[in-house]
Structures are given as structure tokens and as C-alpha cells.
Nanobody, 119 residues
Framework: QVQLVESGGGLVQAGGSLRLSCAASGSIFTIAKMGWYRQAPGKQRDLVATVTTRGTTNYADSVKGRFTISRDNVKNTVYLQMNSLKPEDTAIYYC?????????????WGQGTQVTVSS
């Protein structure tokens, strides 16, 4: 089992910045990849960014150059630095952790944190 706790959401003006944090606990050694997804009202949950245990990152085209995902393996925490925020970035942001297939390949989600960008 893996538990994820997010923090750092809030209200910010367009052009501003926020940093989200996701602290993982439990069976940390089973995690292959962690990332952030977001869901706006009435829309599906979409990928924002992911990072593997080896540090390989992947970003949605809409956030490339503005968002940076990083991982602190000592603190078992993943961060999402969001710069140059736009109103269309408004959504609930969810942390995700995917296990290695050898450990079951399960996916875990945090409770979500609201990010609101005002114009």
C-alpha cells in the first residue's frame, strides 16, 4: 500500500507561481513512477507531468516550459513547480504513484488539491 498526501494548492493571479508537494508513505520501494494529473470541472482527468525513479520526466504539451516536476527520494516527495500560470490551469490537481509491475502494478491517488488561477 502507498499513501499520498498533497499540499500547496491555492488561489493565484495569472502569471503567478505555485508549488505543489506530494509526500508518499508506505511501500515506497514499490513505486516506479510518480506524477501529477489534473481535472477541471466537467472534464476528464489529464496528465500534467510524471517522473520515474531514474528521474525521467514527461510533460503535457500544455505545461511544457512552465511547469517542472522533481522528486526528492530522501523525503519521498514529488514537487510540481508551476510558473506563468494561466486561468486554464485551474483544476483539482491529483498526485499519482504507479507501482512496478512486479509488485502488482497498482496505481494510487492522493485526495487532490485545488489550484485556481484568476485572470
Amino acid at each position: 500500500q502507498v499513501q499520498l498526501v498533497e499540499s500547496g494548492g491555492g488561489l493565484v493571479q495569472a502569471g503567478g507561481s505555485l508549488r505543489l508537494s506530494c509526500a508518499a508513505s508506505g511501500s515506497i520501494f514499490t513505486i516506479a513512477k510518480m506524477g501529477w494529473y489534473r481535472q477541471a470541472p466537467g472534464k476528464q482527468r489529464d496528465l500534467v507531468a510524471t517522473v520515474t525513479t531514474r528521474g525521467t520526466t514527461n510533460y503535457a504539451d500544455s505545461v511544457k516550459g512552465r511547469f517542472t516536476i522533481s522528486r526528492d527520494n530522501v523525503k519521498n516527495t514529488v514537487y510540481l513547480q508551476m510558473n506563468s500560470l494561466k486561468p486554464e490551469d485551474t483544476a483539482i490537481y491529483y498526485c499519482n504513484a504507479d507501482q512496478y509491475v512486479a509488485y502488482g502494478g497498482n496505481g494510487y491517488w492522493g485526495q487532490g488539491t485545488q489550484v485556481t488561477v484568476s485572470s
